[in-house]
């Protein structure tokens, strides 16, 4: 990502990567607004935030080699069992770009949220 460009909105910041990528972050922003239809969204912290209100709900960013997903540290401790494929942080989740996006368990943290 050039951090030398200022973006303003999710569609800015997906078009700074490859295809590959951006369709992967595609998948990912359509599970939120699928999951929270009422959901808003905007660039937060350099990097997409889905949110009602002030309510967080998501964060994520794209890396040369994953995707972080910042659903908070509740979520990863409460569902640290079906998190063990991932490298994991505090507040973090890093799923490798050869990872397959666990979608199910996305949206469970979502609602948790």
Known sequence: MDTTVKITTVDEYMKLFPEN???RLSEL???VHDTVPCV???ISWDMPTFYIDKKI???FAAYKDHIGIYP????IEKFADRLTD???LKGTIRISHKQV???ELIVEMILTR
Do not use: A, D, H, W
């Not at 908070?72 to 979520?75: H, I, K, L, P, Y």
């Open 40 to 42: 808003k969204e905007k």
């Open 86 to 88: 991932y490298k994991t």
């Open 29 to 31: 922003r359509k599970l």
């Open 72 to 75: 908070g540290s509740e979520c």
């Open 101 to 103: 996006m666990p979608k």
């Open 57 to 59: 709900y998501l964060q």
């Open 21 to 23: 990528i951006t369709s």
